[in-house]
């Protein structure tokens, strides 16, 4: 599972990052030591930005946000890991907004490359990378990088501090440090004389971490590759959890929000006359683009906030779903935007086929629909700014907050608790910002800003929609020749210059991920992307581009598959053997999970598809069934390699949570467009599976991947086209857009 290493106590400061000669970003920015954030009280020592000791315990520091993934509890395992702690005694919070919880992993999702077949350059490349993340403080949390970003931070971040508590040990003792061991929290020394760690951590403090440490072998990892007890499952079984809405401050007020529904526009008028005579109702606040109304209760705020009359300037953007398809459509006879894969000669093997296979493909805007709405609690004071938010981005909160009321970034704190799901809706600011801003008007007074469902539905960063158009050859039996185009308005160009106030230069790789860097080892194989300039906003969405190109991409492989009069798995598993043996047999083993060559029963369907994605390969196999003329979801089968498994029992959670959640898109979810504004209000016109649909789901998880993958997002792409070919498996229909109730009834 992995090799023994030193690290210098240098590379435990600087992280994996290397700058050859400091030419972009200079070296002391790239080489300095970030600081400690942690502020602690008396009684307590921090030895590093992940963990305090006090006369409890252990705090362990996570520096990704808990929204539901497990992130905290195997975190914390690492650390605890080396530390050499007790499971049962650890704590765990989420750390400030600070530049030392940088996510070094994130970068390297933009590098160009494909992922299965990266050389040593390109990897040394991506490392390098990483230092991006350190001097712009990226402290996200996305991509599915957690473990990755964390893998070697936290460890060394537990066994710095383990070997530092032995020499403070050491030196009271005056026994060589050699001599001396850890177990449970306490320093042993050979005659079996223990000390606390928290009767060391103030003389640890003291002294400079040792100059090379070595990280535990895995063959004696106690908790890592083991399933773990979740730090957050009691609280969250027994209610006491707190999320962002649980925020309860002392004299707090209640507020909500309404903006232009026209996404983007702006306010022309408003008359509050009948919302300020509501008894309770203490100020309606413009916005510019919408109001504030500030009550004692949320539900008096959202009645006051209906009763305000307001004229709405239009939005930037047509009016319309078929207008706003038409500019998606009309981007792709432009010259592409990218062209990322473009092998062999694909327009010399179009020509010459005398009957190519071709389809296009649409799929609909997507809400995130988070289970806990929007919502926000500030607390401004004139000098400072306290904000209390589920988020992902701490310090893209702190940094727009600070702007917003005119603050310097080092004067707002930002409180990140648990998260009622993210999915990336979570990473933008425009929910602080708002309450920022309502705060601001309210001095002294803590106020708790909480969005309708419908305000949150209609007010997204949504998963673009976008059209593709595919074009093959089978010669023989096999297929030679495969060409996409993918048309869609780009979220890392619209994000990037949202969040950072720039747009990464170079081809957009996001936008055609889970098509360009597909292990299929086609002879002529181009893949196309084609921004379309629209100002609907969009944000990234789980799995973001892989989201919509798994579906493109696997749908086509089966229909040209089925041209080629080929079982659709083993015509995949024979193209990917040629260029990734690990996904390959991620498709052999969902064969045999799910009994491929088994003959069905009348009224059976089965499906498969596969996606890499975000470093793990993953297949997966869907079976439906015909129920009196609707559709049931009745079984699905997940095989993926992560590389390394930290923790089994959260993988196969998260790769079923990704399937559940792209089942749901693929089946109920679409945006649509009229007069300007989103359509859908609530879940009954945006409706997700229920308990008793969700399908039977079996996982397997393989390590033989060359590197740690993510499990978060992979599991998602790969469920909409898995589904769409089983419901052709069973009706003989090939579906080309989504979502598939449009055409099919599913049972409900």
């Known amino acids: 599972m992995g090799k023994l290493k030193t690290f210098t106590r240098r590379a435990f400061l600087v992280g994996t990052a290397a700058v050859a000669g400091g030419v972009a970003f200079g070296v002391y920015q790239a080489k300095r030591e970030l600081e400690n954030p942690l502020q602690v009280a008396e009684g307590q020592t921090s030895l590093n930005p992940y963990l305090i000791i006090d006369a409890d315990g252990v705090t362990i520091i996570a520096p990704r946000a808990e929204m539901g993934q497990g992130v905290h509890t195997t975190l914390a395992a690492m650390v605890a890991e080396e530390l050499d702690v007790d499971w049962q005694s650890v704590r765990v919070i989420h750390g400030p907004a600070a530049q030392a919880y940088y996510n070094g992993a994130l970068p390297g999702l933009g590098m160009p490359f494909r992922d299965y077949a990266e050389t040593p350059l390109q990897t040394r490349i991506k490392d390098t990378s990483s230092v991006m993340a350190k001097v712009f403080g990226l402290q996200i949390t996305g991509g599915s990088t957690s473990m990755i970003d964390g893998f070697e931070k936290m460890r060394m971040a537990g066994c710095t501090a383990r070997e530092t508590l032995k020499l403070a040990a050491s030196a009271r003792w005056n026994i060589p440090v050699s001599d001396l061991s850890t177990q449970e929290g306490q320093v042993i020394a050979p005659d079996g004389i223990a000390l606390r760690y928290s009767e060391l951590a103030a003389e640890a403090a003291q002294i400079d971490p040792p100059s090379a440490i070595e990280l535990r072998d895995p063959t004696s990892w106690k908790y890592l590759g083991k399933e773990m007890p979740r730090i957050d499952q009691v609280a969250k079984s027994t209610g006491t959890a707190e999320f962002g809405a649980d925020i309860n401050l002392p004299g707090m007020k209640f507020a909500t929000v309404r903006i232009n529904p026209k996404l983007g526009g702006v306010m022309a008028s408003y008359n509050a006359i009948k919302a300020e005579a509501m008894p309770g109702v203490e100020r309606v606040i413009d916005l510019g683009n919408g109001i504030a109304v500030v009550a004692r209760n949320t539900w008096l705020a959202m009645e006051a906030a209906k009763a305000v009359e307001i004229n709405w300037e239009a939005a930037p953007y047509p009016p319309t779903t078929d207008a706003l398809f038409n500019v998606i459509a009309a981007s792709l006879e432009d010259a592409p935007d990218s062209s990322m894969r473009d092998d062999g000669d694909v327009d010399k093997a179009l020509q010459e086929a005398k009957t190519p296979v071709t389809a296009e493909y649409h799929v609909p805007w997507l809400a995130h629909a988070t289970m806990e709405p929007m919502n926000a609690t500030a607390l401004y004071t004139g000098d400072r700014l306290e904000v209390w938010a589920g988020n992902q981005a701490p310090l893209v909160q702190r940094d727009h907050c600070a702007k917003a009321v005119g603050l310097e970034p080092e004067n707002v704190t930002v409180h990140t608790p648990y998260l009622g799901g993210g999915f990336g809706r979570r990473g933008e600011f425009d929910v602080t910002r708002y309450a920022a801003l309502v705060a601001k008007e309210m001095p002294d007074t803590p106020v708790k800003v909480t969005w309708s469902r419908e305000e949150d539905m209609r007010h997204d960063f949504y998963r673009p929609a976008a059209i593709a158009r595919f074009s093959g050859v089978v010669d023989e039996g096999q297929i030679t020749t495969l060409s996409g185009a993918i048309a869609a308005p780009s979220v890392t160009r619209q994000s990037s210059i949202r969040l950072a106030g720039f747009a990464p230069p170079g081809a957009d790789k996001g936008h055609v991920e889970g098509a360009f860097d597909q292990p299929y080892g086609i002879k002529n194989f181009r893949i196309n992307g084609h921004i379309a300039d629209l100002d609907v906003p969009v944000g990234f969405w789980r799995s973001v581009g892989n989201s919509f190109n798994g579906f493109f991409m696997e749908s086509f492989i089966d229909e040209v598959a089925h041209a080629a009069r080929r079982d659709p798995l083993e015509c995949r598993q024979e193209l990917i053997a040629r260029e990734h043996q690990p996904s390959a047999m991620v498709l052999q083993r969902v064969k045999e999970m799910s009994g491929w060559t088994t003959p069905k029963a009348e009224g059976i369907g089965r499906g498969v598809a596969f996606t890499y994605s975000f470093g793990t390969p993953v297949a997966e196999v869907i079976e439906v069934q015909n129920e009196d003329g609707a559709i049931r979801v009745t079984k699905a089968w997940i095989a993926c390699d992560i590389g390394v498994a930290l923790d089994p029992g959260i993988i196969r959670a998260q790769m079923s949570s990704g399937l559940i959640y792209g089942l749901s898109a693929a089946i109920h979810g679409e945006i649509t467009f009229a007069d300007g504004e989103v359509e859908q209000e609530n879940f ?65």
């Open 684 to 748: 009954p016109d945006y409706d997700a599976l229920r308990m008793h649909t969700v399908p039977e789901i079996e996982v397997e998880i393989r390590e033989t991947n060359t590197h740690m993958g993510g499990a978060g997002e992979p599991g998602l792409p790969p469920s909409a086209p898995a589904l769409a070919n089983a419901v052709f498996d069973l009706t003989g229909v090939r579906v080309r857009e989504l979502p598939l109730s449009k055409r099919f009834e599913f049972v409900t």
